[in-house]
Structure formats: structure tokens, C-alpha cells
């Protein structure tokens, strides 16, 4: 495992080879700190104990963790002894490489062979401070013989206080079914119509929301600190997940994830494969988002 720091004037983050995560991200602004992401506890903390981790070669869940595509059938191995699901990709569980990097930017490539899964691919990843932003950039090629349908996302955790507030505009939302799996699309409730800021709800939230607009801002206003996130247009859809003491005991309500994707949950099995891209052998994906903190004024 490796460990790099970006730093310029202003902004600082910390990426960790093990999992390609983002292990925090820090703004200073009239000398406070201001954490933007969730800062992982230690060097060595795992992708779900980071600030953010990669989505790859798809994010979220497939149902039965089987899907049919140009007339064959696949199958998924469980990657995580608490869920039955083979979950979000396997790049948040490989360990990457450093293929360059200097003081704002880092470049990290990762290869995957297959095991328990359909896939073989390679991966890149560019983490980049420029112009007071943090821009994340990911690639995947298909390595493998057959097309298959590919994703890419990542799944930020970011702060979450009493004051924190979210905008992320939307068309509509799908359900939760049980196992954690995508259920149907719905109209979007009060509670979580993001057209306008709005606090996160005080309950368990772990919903997708289609044809997002790939804009997003949160506000801390206990610090004077509005994060803007843009995404490239590849990034139709999120994710919003609030955590609760039932599924994580230790919740202290201190965090929410905010998470762009390419493509819908379970893409694998909708008729237009929700986003997912069908990439033949040697075919690439590719896309960023960008975080840039401005006072609040």
C-alpha cells in the first residue's frame, strides 16, 4: 500500500493505493480546516472507512447477481461476507498502482482478471488539484474476449451536520427493495426532492435518483462552506444513502454519501441496461467530476 498527498495553497487531499480511495479531503479557508470528504480514521483504512471510493467496472447491485446480455448468461460470486450481492464492482478491493504522479496529481492503474466475476479490465484513475478544484478522473477497457456492459461512479462520503444541506436536481427516483436491491421508479418524495437544498431526512435513505441534472451542492453553513460538484455528462444518475444503527451500529449521523454513476442499480436487467455502455475488447469508458469548495457568502 501506498499513500500520496496533494496539496496546493488551499486544498488537500490524501490517496491511498488500496482500493484507489480518497482517504480525505481538506479546504483551509481563513485558517480552519474544513474537512469536504470523510476522513478515513488511518493510512491503511479499508474503501468503506474512506472519504471516497471508485465505482468499477459498475456500482451498486445486480439482482440474483445474474444477468443475460447478447444471449449469455453470467453469473457473480458475493465479494463481502455481509452481502449476498456481488456489490459495487471490485476496484474499491484491488490494490493499484501508481503510474505517475507529482505535487497536485497522481495517476493510479489497476487490472483485474476476472475472479468471481465476468469481467477482465484495466482501470486507470487521475486525481488532480487544479484551479482550486478536485478533479477525479476514471477510464475502464474491457480486456476480456466477449462485449459486456460497463459502469463507472464513485461513492463520496461526505460530512454530515446539523445544518448540512443538499441540491441535487433530479426527474425522478427508484425505490428500495429488499436486500438493498433497486426497486421500481417513482415520483420523488418531499423529503428527498433535492431541486432545492434540503437536509438530509433523519432516517435510513439508500435510493437512486435517474436523470440527474450533474450538478450538485452541499452547504455547511456552520462553516461558511458550499461544495460544488459537476460531473461530466457520462453522469446521468446518483445515489444518496443515509446510514442508520441498525444496519452500522456505530452511525453517529456524522456522514452521507452522495454517489455519481453512469448508469442505474441493476442496469444489468432494465430493457435499455439503465446507462450501463457495451464495451467489445480494447473499448474504453471514460469520465470525471470535479469538487470545488467556495465560501458562503
Not at 479531503?25 to 471510493?53: F, M, N, T, V
Not at 501508481?98 to 469481467?119: C, F
Not at 435513505?205 to 451542492?217: I, L
Request: glycine share 10%; aromatic share 12%.
Amino acid at each position: 500500500m501506498t499513500t500520496v498527498e496533494l496539496r496546493d495553497k488551499a486544498l488537500q487531499a490524501r490517496i491511498s493505493t488500496q482500493g484507489g480511495t480518497v482517504l480525505g479531503l481538506w479546504w483551509e479557508k481563513q485558517g480552519e480546516r474544513i474537512p469536504l470528504l470523510r476522513g478515513a480514521h488511518s493510512d491503511d483504512a479499508d474503501a468503506l472507512s474512506s472519504g471516497c471510493y471508485p465505482l468499477i467496472p459498475f456500482g451498486n447491485r445486480v439482482r440474483d447477481n445474474r444477468f443475460v446480455f447478447n444471449g449469455r448468461d453470467y453469473a457473480f460470486e458475493p465479494n463481502t461476507s455481509w452481502d449476498p450481492h456481488y456489490l459495487h464492482g471490485d476496484g474499491w478491493q484491488g490494490e493499484w498502482t501508481v503510474l505517475q504522479q507529482s505535487d497536485r496529481q497522481v495517476e493510479l492503474a489497476l487490472s483485474h482478471a476476472g475472479k468471481g466475476t465476468p469481467y477482465q479490465y484495466d482501470a486507470r484513475q487521475r486525481f488532480t488539484i487544479v484551479d482550486g478544484a478536485f478533479e477525479l478522473q476514471m477510464s475502464v477497457t474491457n480486456r476480456g474476449e466477449a462485449p459486456l456492459p460497463f459502469g463507472l461512479g464513485w461513492h463520496p462520503y461526505f460530512p454530515l451536520t446539523s445544518q448540512t444541506v443538499l441540491k441535487a436536481p433530479a426527474a425522478r427516483m427508484w425505490s428500495e427493495g429488499p436486500g438493498w436491491l433497486s426497486g421500481e421508479a417513482t415520483d420523488i418524495p418531499e423529503d428527498l426532492d433535492f431541486s432545492r437544498p434540503r437536509p438530509l431526512p433523519h432516517r435510513w435513505v439508500n435510493n437512486g435518483f435517474e436523470d440527474w441534472t450533474g450538478e450538485a451542492e452541499i452547504s455547511w453553513p456552520e462553516h461558511g462552506t458550499r461544495l460544488r460538484l459537476t460531473a461530466d455528462p457520462l453522469f446521468k444518475h446518483a445515489f444518496v444513502f443515509v446510514s442508520d444503527s441498525s444496519f452500522d451500529p456505530g452511525f453517529q449521523r456524522d456522514y452521507f454519501c452522495f454517489e455519481p454513476m453512469s448508469h442505474l442499480a441493476n442496469g444489468h436487467n432494465l430493457p435499455d441496461l439503465g446507462g450501463l455502455v457495451p464495451l467489445a475488447r480494447g473499448e474504453v469508458l471514460a469520465g470525471g467530476i470535479r469538487l470545488r469548495p467556495e465560501a458562503i457568502t
